[in-house]
């Protein structure tokens, strides 16, 4: 009856907002038209993404350089032109009444950079306009970052850390959000992986063969759903999204890179072929590393190896799109000290065990199409279907001992609203499927079979001088288990915020947002011994949804000489999931119960880039978070400390050099089975060389890492009093992107 009863509200809801909105009658239309030129050259720029941010709509520019948006309501805009591996240009316009406005730019080299969003509000945004917190780093960034997962390539964002048991299964953790609060995505879809799950499990995307990589802070549950309670990292491929054309011509990428401390190396490639209206695309990546070195020596076991291979064919018409992908990915790696927790639960445990490795692989394959430039209420429809296999092996030695398969599939639908005065938005549908069952030593829940299902608004109102934006998602979730009860779950997300211009290049961002989770399936359902979380865990199927409320605050500024933004926020969570250790020990660990409690999460974060000469810039940054149980004020596990940043960076033409001091205070708000972490201070240098031309941009960076081999801790690993960081040590990576 319930499920019959939320369904029943989520069709209602549906209907209501199919309903609300009003076709947009006898507007006056003008013309937009420009061409981008190289800087160093003066010559004409092919393939540079051109975006109006107000309409979320973007371009690229022919071989002329030339780029054009017709139809285009009267108004003031902002456009920024992009394109990777150089500074990004802004300019303001106004189209006029049956006009063709005129508006040319020339890109080069710069310290300050637009970045670019999809994922905050489902269209291409500046993270600067956006009203999340958002973070992107693009491919020359990822590539000067390589790392072989999410955790180790995001911890040096702003509100982010890594939670991991071992580099093969370093996660990011957003804010203190971890596990089941953090939702990964890649191109907008979940990717169907069960790193959320263990502190041992990791993600199978190679970041090395990735266009783009955002992070939104704080919640994005109106989107993506109730795992998002916490924020979003979304892995952007660039080929599933709706694009106004494909390009001509041959577009690609190639990258190689080699380090030491960890035997470092890898490689990616990647092209996009477009002809009339057909573009087709291959990628392919991987990346090595052997034992990393600290400076208490060698960590047996902590090898890591990932492969990604995708590709697929488009076809763009004026009125319909649609596209076919398929990807592969596979990795292993090795969990560091895990075969000494197994063993300290079993006979014979003197008896030296087996190293113990995960070995993962994962198919999905994708379909997108849609219809654009409609005349009714709505201008743009995208339906997404994505099915994904995914599964890892736990290995003893050579030896399986413990077998997990989730099988997901997720359906997607958007309708993009035509302009009605103020109004613009979208408003959409969810849904998927799951299969998740479990062999072996660690089977710790039965099978389940899981549906979820959802619909979702996110409206926007534009005055021009303010901005308004406001949404909900009613989402129902059930599962149904093999031997153990059903449980369904829905709840009601929704938020509002206010974006108010301050000055020139100045904003002021705030946001209210009611979230809602429902309980994960191993919260649930586990019952067993679980190495990968260090505790004998016991599920618990009387859990309640968790209802979140929380408050953001964001005050922005962005100018040719100075760029930063300083956050703050509050959460306040209902009945939150955690894990209680009862004192008692089960096959040699701390059993623990998943019990509800009411928590508080707070922090902030602040970021400033300091033009002090044209070519010398001062970076900084911090973030801190607390988080606690309101009924007796203990802290929760595994929070974060106190971070900060101190850098400069130097610019002579395509060079860059850019020496930092990453800092971290000691941890002493501690969970009742943590130890302490000691506070640290590391330093860093990274330099690069760009050569920019016409048709084709090189990059050569070096990375010098913990340049005085500090011993330090990451307070969330769940092995850092055995497992200290990786040492003193070198990266290099070269990069070509040609188009």
């Known amino acids: 009856m319930r499920e019959r009863a ?138 000067a970052k390589a790392k072989t997962s999410l955790g180790e390539v995001l911890e040096s964002q702003l509100g982010v850390a890594k939670r991991s048991f071992g580099p093969g299964s370093s996660r990011p953790v957003i804010r203190g959000f971890d596990g089941d609060r953090v939702l990964i995505l890649q191109d907008g879809i979940r990717t169907g992986t069960l790193s959320s799950q263990s502190g041992d499990h990791g993600e199978t995307i190679d970041p090395l063969g990735l266009e783009r990589l955002e992070v939104v802070k704080g919640p994005a549950t109106l989107l993506y759903g109730s795992n998002a309670i916490g924020g979003v990292v979304n892995a952007v491929t660039g080929h599933h999204q709706i694009l106004d054309h494909p390009h001509t011509g041959l577009r690609g990428f190639v990258t190689g890179i080699g380090g030491s401390a960890n035997g470092h190396g890898g490689a990616a490639a990647g092209f996009e072929y477009g002809e009339k209206n057909w573009l087709i695309w291959e990628t392919f990546s991987g990346q090595k590393t052997g034992d990393y070195h600290t400076p208490e020596g060698v960590i047996e076991n902590s090898q890591t190896r990932v492969v990604n291979g995708s590709g697929g064919a488009g076809w763009y018409g004026d009125k319909a799109f649609a596209s076919f992908g398929y990807g592969y990915d596979d990795s292993r790696y090795g969990v560091p000290f895990a075969a000494r927790f197994e063993a300290a639960g079993e006979a014979g445990a003197g008896v030296e065990e087996p190293s113990i490795d995960l070995k993962t692989r994962r198919h999905n394959a994708r379909f997108n199409a849609g219809v654009r430039n409609q005349k009714s209420f709505f201008h743009q429809f995208n339906l997404s279907l994505n099915y994904s296999q995914y599964e890892h092996q736990e290995l003893e030695g050579e030896e399986v001992g413990t077998t997990f398969d989730n099988r997901q599939f997720v359906y997607r639908g958007v309708f993009d609203q035509k302009r009605t005065g103020l109004l613009t938005g979208s408003f959409g549908f969810w849904g998927m499927h799951r299969n998740y069952a479990t062999a072996g030593a660690e089977a710790l829940a039965p099978p389940v079979d899981q549906d979820a299902i959802a619909v979702f608004s996110l409206q926007e109102l534009d005055f021009e001088r303010v901005r308004f934006q406001f949404g909900g998602r009613l989402e129902n979730n059930r599962y149904r288990p093999v031997g153990l009860l059903d449980r369904s779950f829905t709840g009601f997300s929704g938020a509002a915020g206010v974006y108010l211009p301050l000055w020139r290049g100045g904003a002021f961002v705030t946001n209210f947002t009611h979230s809602y989770r429902a309980p994960a399936l191993e919260e649930l359902y586990n019952n067993g011994p679980h190495i990968g979380n260090l505790t004998f865990e016991v599920g618990n199927t009387s859990l309640k949804r968790e209802r979140s409320n929380g408050l953001d605050f964001s005050l922005r500024h962005s100018g040719s000489r100075l760029r930063g933004e300083a956050n703050f926020y509050y959460y306040s969570i209902r009945d939150f999931v955690f894990l209680a250790p009862t004192g008692r020990i089960e096959d040699g660990l701390v059993e623990a119960n998943y019990l509800q409690g009411n928590s508080r999460f707070t922090g902030a974060e602040f970021e400033l880039d300091l033009g002090l000469y044209p070519s010398l810039w001062l970076n900084l940054g911090m973030d801190l978070v607390d988080a606690e149980l309101r009924q007796n004020g203990a802290p929760l596990p595994r929070i974060p400390p106190r971070k900060g940043r101190v850098g400069f960076e130097a610019r002579y033409k395509g060079l860059s050099l850019k020496p930092e001091l990453v800092m971290a205070a000691g941890q002493n708000e501690l969970f009742a089975t943590e130890t302490r972490t000691a506070g640290y201070t590391v330093a860093n240098v ?22 005085g081999d500090r011993l330090y801790r990451n307070h969330l690993s769940f092995i850092k009093d055995l497992a200290p960081e990786i040492g003193r040590g070198v990266r290099f990576t070269y990069t070509a992107r040609f188009f």
């Open 6 to 143: 939320g369904l029943s509200a989520i069709f209602l809801i549906s209907s209501v907002l199919c309903g609300s909105v009003s076709p947009m009658q006898g507007q006056t239309l003008g013309t937009l038209r420009g061409m981008v030129t190289l800087e160093s050259q003066n010559a004409p720029v092919h393939g540079a993404s051109v975006l109006i941010v107000q309409l979320g709509q973007s371009t690229l520019t022919d071989n002329e350089g030339v780029f054009e948006f017709s139809n285009l309501a009267l108004g003031n805009y902002t456009v920024v032109v992009h394109l990777h591996g150089l500074g990004d240009k802004q300019q303001s316009v106004q189209i006029k009444a049956g006009e063709t406005t005129t508006l040319n730019f020339q890109v080069g080299l710069s310290p300050v950079h637009d970045e670019i969003t999809v994922t905050a509000s489902g269209r291409e945004e500046t993270t600067f306009s956006s009203f999340q917190t958002v973070a992107a780093l693009e491919s020359i960034e990822l590539a």
């Open 686 to 707: 990274n330099a690069s060389y760009t050569i920019a031309q016409q048709h084709l941009v090189h990059v050569l960076s070096a990375s010098l890492f913990n340049l």
